[in-house]
Protein backbone atom coordinates (compact mmCIF):
# COMPACT_ATOMS: atom_id res chain seq x y z
CA UNK A 1 0.00 0.00 0.00
CA UNK A 2 1.35 3.45 -0.76
CA UNK A 3 0.04 6.84 0.99
CA UNK A 4 0.61 10.13 -1.43
CA UNK A 5 -0.53 13.53 -0.29
CA UNK A 6 0.34 17.06 -1.59
CA UNK A 7 2.31 16.66 -4.47
CA UNK A 8 3.28 19.93 -6.40
CA UNK A 9 3.85 20.75 -10.30
CA UNK A 10 7.03 18.51 -9.98
CA UNK A 11 8.10 16.47 -7.35
CA UNK A 12 11.43 14.50 -6.57
CA UNK A 13 10.68 10.88 -5.17
CA UNK A 14 14.03 10.08 -3.21
CA UNK A 15 14.16 7.09 -1.02
CA UNK A 16 16.63 4.16 -0.04
CA UNK A 17 17.41 1.66 -2.44
CA UNK A 18 14.40 -0.82 -2.59
CA UNK A 19 12.56 1.91 -0.10
CA UNK A 20 9.57 1.62 -3.01
CA UNK A 21 10.37 4.79 -5.38
CA UNK A 22 9.88 2.80 -8.51
CA UNK A 23 6.68 0.51 -6.94
CA UNK A 24 5.49 4.13 -6.53
CA UNK A 25 6.21 5.49 -10.08
CA UNK A 26 4.73 2.08 -11.33
CA UNK A 27 1.47 2.15 -9.48
CA UNK A 28 0.57 5.40 -10.44
CA UNK A 29 1.07 4.02 -14.29
CA UNK A 30 -0.55 1.12 -13.21
CA UNK A 31 -4.14 2.77 -12.26
CA UNK A 32 -3.94 4.87 -14.82
CA UNK A 33 -3.21 2.20 -17.37
CA UNK A 34 -5.95 0.21 -15.59
CA UNK A 35 -7.93 3.54 -16.20
CA UNK A 36 -7.00 4.01 -19.82
CA UNK A 37 -8.33 -0.31 -20.75
CA UNK A 38 -4.28 -0.28 -21.48
CA UNK A 39 -2.50 -3.65 -20.49
CA UNK A 40 -2.35 -4.08 -16.64
CA UNK A 41 1.55 -3.41 -15.48
CA UNK A 42 3.06 -7.10 -13.84
CA UNK A 43 -0.69 -8.42 -14.48
CA UNK A 44 -2.24 -7.13 -11.41
CA UNK A 45 -5.71 -7.28 -10.91
CA UNK A 46 -6.40 -6.72 -7.53
CA UNK A 47 -6.07 -3.06 -6.15
CA UNK A 48 -7.78 -0.17 -4.59
CA UNK A 49 -7.14 3.81 -5.02
CA UNK A 50 -8.41 7.03 -4.36
CA UNK A 51 -7.29 10.08 -6.81
CA UNK A 52 -7.81 13.67 -4.97
CA UNK A 53 -7.43 16.99 -7.33
CA UNK A 54 -7.55 20.16 -6.81
CA UNK A 55 -7.21 23.51 -8.81
CA UNK A 56 -4.83 25.89 -8.46
CA UNK A 57 -6.77 28.89 -10.19
CA UNK A 58 -10.13 27.75 -7.52
CA UNK A 59 -9.38 26.52 -4.16
CA UNK A 60 -12.98 26.00 -3.81
CA UNK A 61 -13.03 23.51 -6.79
CA UNK A 62 -12.33 19.57 -5.75
CA UNK A 63 -12.72 15.96 -7.56
CA UNK A 64 -12.28 13.29 -5.88
CA UNK A 65 -12.42 9.24 -7.36
CA UNK A 66 -12.27 6.00 -5.62
CA UNK A 67 -12.53 2.41 -7.01
CA UNK A 68 -11.53 -0.90 -6.15
CA UNK A 69 -11.30 -3.79 -8.85
CA UNK A 70 -11.09 -7.70 -7.22
CA UNK A 71 -9.74 -10.44 -9.74
CA UNK A 72 -10.51 -8.07 -12.45
CA UNK A 73 -13.82 -7.27 -11.37
CA UNK A 74 -14.99 -3.84 -10.28
CA UNK A 75 -16.33 -3.85 -6.21
CA UNK A 76 -16.83 -0.16 -5.74
CA UNK A 77 -16.20 3.35 -7.57
CA UNK A 78 -16.84 6.81 -6.65
CA UNK A 79 -16.79 10.31 -8.21
CA UNK A 80 -17.21 13.44 -6.24
CA UNK A 81 -16.95 16.63 -7.68
CA UNK A 82 -17.21 19.65 -5.03
CA UNK A 83 -18.93 17.19 -2.63
CA UNK A 84 -21.84 16.61 -5.21
CA UNK A 85 -21.62 12.88 -5.52
CA UNK A 86 -21.95 11.76 -9.29
CA UNK A 87 -21.36 7.88 -9.35
CA UNK A 88 -22.04 6.20 -6.71
CA UNK A 89 -21.38 2.15 -7.39
CA UNK A 90 -21.17 -1.05 -5.15
CA UNK A 91 -21.94 -4.60 -4.97
CA UNK A 92 -25.88 -4.23 -5.55
CA UNK A 93 -26.34 -0.53 -7.06
CA UNK A 94 -25.08 2.22 -9.23
CA UNK A 95 -25.79 5.48 -10.10
CA UNK A 96 -24.80 7.61 -12.54
CA UNK A 97 -25.62 11.25 -12.07
CA UNK A 98 -28.57 10.32 -10.20
CA UNK A 99 -29.59 7.46 -13.05
CA UNK A 100 -29.38 3.89 -12.01
CA UNK A 101 -27.11 2.39 -15.02
CA UNK A 102 -26.17 -1.47 -15.07
CA UNK A 103 -22.01 -1.40 -16.23
CA UNK A 104 -20.10 -4.27 -17.45
CA UNK A 105 -18.72 -5.83 -14.06
CA UNK A 106 -15.05 -5.65 -15.71
CA UNK A 107 -15.56 -2.09 -16.42
CA UNK A 108 -15.33 1.08 -14.56
CA UNK A 109 -18.28 3.41 -14.93
CA UNK A 110 -15.84 5.79 -16.50
CA UNK A 111 -14.62 3.94 -19.07
CA UNK A 112 -18.36 3.15 -20.52
CA UNK A 113 -19.87 7.00 -20.14
CA UNK A 114 -18.33 9.10 -21.62
CA UNK A 115 -19.74 12.39 -23.37
CA UNK A 116 -17.57 15.98 -22.73
CA UNK A 117 -20.57 18.14 -23.19
CA UNK A 118 -22.79 15.87 -20.75
CA UNK A 119 -20.57 14.64 -18.13
CA UNK A 120 -17.29 17.27 -18.36
CA UNK A 121 -16.10 15.47 -14.52
CA UNK A 122 -16.12 12.21 -16.23
CA UNK A 123 -14.09 13.79 -19.00
CA UNK A 124 -11.72 15.66 -16.98
CA UNK A 125 -10.32 12.42 -15.25
CA UNK A 126 -10.07 10.54 -18.47
CA UNK A 127 -8.18 13.43 -20.19
CA UNK A 128 -6.23 13.58 -17.38
CA UNK A 129 -5.73 9.69 -16.87
CA UNK A 130 -4.60 9.26 -21.07
CA UNK A 131 -2.29 12.02 -20.81
CA UNK A 132 0.25 10.27 -18.07
CA UNK A 133 3.44 8.87 -19.55
CA UNK A 134 6.09 6.89 -17.32
CA UNK A 135 9.90 6.67 -18.32
CA UNK A 136 12.26 4.52 -17.30
CA UNK A 137 15.94 5.72 -17.29
CA UNK A 138 17.59 2.70 -16.27
CA UNK A 139 15.51 0.76 -19.51
CA UNK A 140 16.48 3.38 -21.87
CA UNK A 141 19.93 1.32 -23.03
CA UNK A 142 20.92 0.00 -26.21
CA UNK A 143 19.51 -3.31 -25.53
CA UNK A 144 15.44 -1.89 -25.32
CA UNK A 145 16.96 0.37 -28.31
CA UNK A 146 17.02 -3.14 -30.66
CA UNK A 147 14.28 -4.84 -28.88
CA UNK A 148 11.63 -2.02 -28.92
CA UNK A 149 9.67 -0.26 -26.21
CA UNK A 150 8.28 -2.34 -23.21
CA UNK A 151 4.79 -0.39 -23.62
CA UNK A 152 3.84 1.09 -20.38
CA UNK A 153 7.34 2.66 -20.00
CA UNK A 154 9.13 4.68 -22.84
CA UNK A 155 6.44 4.23 -25.34
CA UNK A 156 8.02 5.86 -27.87
CA UNK A 157 10.88 4.02 -29.90
CA UNK A 158 13.85 6.16 -29.70
CA UNK A 159 13.45 6.87 -33.54
CA UNK A 160 9.53 7.82 -33.50
CA UNK A 161 10.34 10.57 -31.10
CA UNK A 162 13.26 11.96 -32.95
CA UNK A 163 10.63 11.53 -36.05
CA UNK A 164 8.36 13.01 -34.00
CA UNK A 165 10.86 16.51 -34.00
CA UNK A 166 10.61 19.57 -35.78
CA UNK A 167 13.67 21.28 -37.30
CA UNK A 168 13.64 23.87 -34.38
CA UNK A 169 13.43 20.69 -31.74
CA UNK A 170 15.93 19.17 -33.23
CA UNK A 171 18.37 22.06 -32.91
CA UNK A 172 17.16 22.88 -29.50
CA UNK A 173 18.08 19.33 -28.68
CA UNK A 174 21.59 19.25 -29.96
CA UNK A 175 22.40 22.96 -27.90
CA UNK A 176 21.03 21.18 -24.73
CA UNK A 177 23.31 18.21 -25.54
CA UNK A 178 25.87 20.45 -25.92
CA UNK A 179 25.33 21.94 -22.67
CA UNK A 180 25.63 18.24 -20.98
CA UNK A 181 29.13 17.78 -22.66
CA UNK A 182 27.23 15.93 -25.62
CA UNK A 183 28.89 17.73 -29.06
CA UNK A 184 26.50 16.73 -31.33
CA UNK A 185 25.78 17.78 -34.57
CA UNK A 186 22.47 16.11 -36.02
CA UNK A 187 20.30 13.30 -35.46
CA UNK A 188 18.39 11.29 -38.10
CA UNK A 189 15.72 8.89 -37.67
CA UNK A 190 17.03 5.69 -40.29
CA UNK A 191 15.33 2.61 -41.38
CA UNK A 192 17.49 -0.52 -40.77
CA UNK A 193 14.35 -2.74 -42.55
CA UNK A 194 11.06 -3.33 -42.63
CA UNK A 195 11.07 -4.23 -38.95
CA UNK A 196 13.77 -2.11 -37.41
CA UNK A 197 14.20 1.66 -37.04
CA UNK A 198 17.20 3.78 -35.49
CA UNK A 199 18.91 6.77 -35.31
CA UNK A 200 22.19 7.92 -36.49
CA UNK A 201 23.94 10.31 -34.25
CA UNK A 202 26.67 12.58 -36.04
CA UNK A 203 29.05 13.82 -33.49
CA UNK A 204 30.87 17.07 -34.52
CA UNK A 205 34.51 16.35 -34.49
CA UNK A 206 33.65 12.69 -35.25
CA UNK A 207 34.27 11.54 -39.35
CA UNK A 208 32.19 8.74 -39.03
CA UNK A 209 28.44 9.04 -37.01
CA UNK A 210 26.92 6.30 -34.86
CA UNK A 211 23.61 4.32 -34.70
CA UNK A 212 22.04 4.65 -31.64
CA UNK A 213 22.76 1.33 -30.25
CA UNK A 214 26.32 1.90 -30.45
CA UNK A 215 26.07 4.97 -27.91
CA UNK A 216 26.70 4.94 -24.24
CA UNK A 217 23.72 4.20 -21.82
CA UNK A 218 24.30 7.67 -19.99
CA UNK A 219 24.53 9.86 -23.84
CA UNK A 220 21.59 7.20 -24.90
CA UNK A 221 19.60 8.23 -22.08
CA UNK A 222 20.29 12.27 -22.02
CA UNK A 223 18.96 12.75 -25.48
CA UNK A 224 16.13 10.54 -25.20
CA UNK A 225 14.69 12.53 -22.08
CA UNK A 226 16.16 16.24 -24.00
CA UNK A 227 14.23 14.71 -26.90
CA UNK A 228 10.90 14.01 -25.30
CA UNK A 229 10.59 17.57 -23.32
CA UNK A 230 10.87 18.99 -26.79
CA UNK A 231 7.83 16.64 -27.99
CA UNK A 232 5.73 17.54 -24.90
CA UNK A 233 5.82 20.73 -25.84
CA UNK A 234 3.65 20.49 -28.58
CA UNK A 235 1.20 18.20 -27.12
CA UNK A 236 -1.49 19.22 -24.97
CA UNK A 237 -2.18 15.79 -23.89
CA UNK A 238 0.21 15.57 -21.20
CA UNK A 239 -0.72 15.85 -17.53
CA UNK A 240 1.56 13.90 -15.98
CA UNK A 241 5.38 12.77 -16.44
CA UNK A 242 6.64 9.75 -14.70
CA UNK A 243 10.65 9.36 -14.73
CA UNK A 244 11.78 6.70 -12.63
CA UNK A 245 15.97 6.95 -11.69
CA UNK A 246 16.54 10.27 -13.27
CA UNK A 247 20.16 10.96 -13.46
CA UNK A 248 20.94 7.28 -13.39
CA UNK A 249 24.67 6.74 -14.32
CA UNK A 250 25.49 10.17 -15.44
CA UNK A 251 28.09 12.57 -13.67
CA UNK A 252 27.45 15.48 -11.37
CA UNK A 253 27.60 17.78 -13.88
CA UNK A 254 25.17 15.78 -16.46
CA UNK A 255 22.59 14.74 -13.78
CA UNK A 256 22.01 18.14 -11.94
CA UNK A 257 22.01 19.89 -15.68
CA UNK A 258 19.72 17.31 -17.19
CA UNK A 259 17.72 17.10 -13.73
CA UNK A 260 17.01 21.59 -13.79
CA UNK A 261 16.21 20.82 -17.38
CA UNK A 262 13.45 18.52 -17.09
CA UNK A 263 11.88 20.17 -13.57
CA UNK A 264 12.07 23.46 -15.54
CA UNK A 265 10.36 22.64 -18.39
CA UNK A 266 7.65 20.16 -16.64
CA UNK A 267 7.20 23.52 -14.86
CA UNK A 268 7.02 25.93 -17.75
CA UNK A 269 4.75 23.39 -19.37
CA UNK A 270 2.24 22.76 -16.42
CA UNK A 271 3.29 19.15 -16.85
CA UNK A 272 3.17 17.64 -13.56
CA UNK A 273 6.72 15.64 -12.59
CA UNK A 274 7.05 13.02 -10.76
CA UNK A 275 10.68 11.95 -10.97
CA UNK A 276 12.42 9.01 -8.79
CA UNK A 277 16.37 9.16 -7.43
CA UNK A 278 18.42 8.19 -5.16
CA UNK A 279 21.22 10.62 -6.99
CA UNK A 280 23.12 12.87 -4.48
CA UNK A 281 24.24 15.00 -7.05
CA UNK A 282 20.41 15.62 -8.27
CA UNK A 283 19.00 15.74 -4.66
CA UNK A 284 21.05 18.72 -3.99
CA UNK A 285 20.29 21.19 -6.28
CA UNK A 286 15.99 20.34 -6.02
CA UNK A 287 15.10 22.08 -3.26
CA UNK A 288 13.35 20.06 -0.38
CA UNK A 289 10.01 21.69 -0.81
CA UNK A 290 9.88 19.09 -4.23
CA UNK A 291 11.03 16.27 -2.18
CA UNK A 292 9.01 13.31 -1.57
CA UNK A 293 10.40 11.38 1.20
CA UNK A 294 9.25 7.25 0.66
CA UNK A 295 9.92 4.97 3.67
CA UNK A 296 8.63 1.53 3.35
CA UNK A 297 7.76 -0.44 6.74
CA UNK A 298 6.71 -4.33 6.07
CA UNK A 299 4.47 -3.88 2.65
CA UNK A 300 3.22 0.26 3.05
CA UNK A 301 4.86 2.63 1.84
CA UNK A 302 4.45 6.59 3.37
CA UNK A 303 5.75 9.63 1.98
CA UNK A 304 7.02 12.71 4.04
CA UNK A 305 6.80 15.80 2.51
CA UNK A 306 7.03 19.58 3.22
CA UNK A 307 2.74 19.76 3.55
CA UNK A 308 2.35 16.51 5.43
CA UNK A 309 5.43 16.94 8.05
CA UNK A 310 6.06 21.01 7.97
CA UNK A 311 7.97 21.11 11.27
CA UNK A 312 11.00 18.24 9.91
CA UNK A 313 11.54 20.35 6.95
CA UNK A 314 11.54 23.55 8.68
CA UNK A 315 14.10 22.18 11.53
CA UNK A 316 16.49 20.95 8.98
CA UNK A 317 16.51 24.14 7.18
CA UNK A 318 17.80 25.48 10.00
CA UNK A 319 20.63 23.19 10.36
CA UNK A 320 22.14 24.73 7.24
CA UNK A 321 23.43 20.71 5.89
CA UNK A 322 23.27 19.96 2.68
CA UNK A 323 20.07 18.80 0.63
CA UNK A 324 21.55 15.43 0.58
CA UNK A 325 22.13 15.21 4.84
CA UNK A 326 18.35 15.02 4.85
CA UNK A 327 18.43 11.47 3.18
CA UNK A 328 21.13 9.98 4.26
CA UNK A 329 21.53 11.36 7.67
CA UNK A 330 19.57 9.87 10.95
CA UNK A 331 17.65 13.34 11.40
CA UNK A 332 14.36 11.95 10.10
CA UNK A 333 14.20 8.89 12.40
CA UNK A 334 15.59 11.23 15.08
CA UNK A 335 12.76 13.52 14.64
CA UNK A 336 10.15 11.00 14.07
CA UNK A 337 10.99 9.73 17.15
CA UNK A 338 11.18 12.60 19.29
CA UNK A 339 7.27 13.66 17.58
CA UNK A 340 6.44 10.45 19.04
CA UNK A 341 7.24 10.69 22.75
Known amino acids: MTEMSALKQTNLLVGKNASGKTRTVRALQNVTGFLCMKSVVFGVKSFKTKLAFTNPDDSNWSLTYMFEVQNGEVMSEQLTNNEKTLIKRDATKTLFYGETINPPQEKLVTQVRRDRDAYPEVEILMAWAEGVVAVSCSDINPFTILMGPAGYINPLLFSDLVNKLNKEDKKAVIE ?8 ISDLTPIKANSEMKLVAVKERYIQNGLLDFQLSSG ?5 YILCFLEYIK ?9 IDDLGEGLDYSRATHLGKKVFDVCEKEKVQLIASSNDSFLMDVVDISKWQ ?4 KNSKLTVLNQTNTPELFKRFRMTGLSNFDLFSSDFIDNFLSHSAE
Request: glycine share 4%.
Open 176 to 183: NAKKLGYD
Open 219 to 223: MLRVL
Open 234 to 242: HTEKHSMLL
Open 293 to 296: IVRR
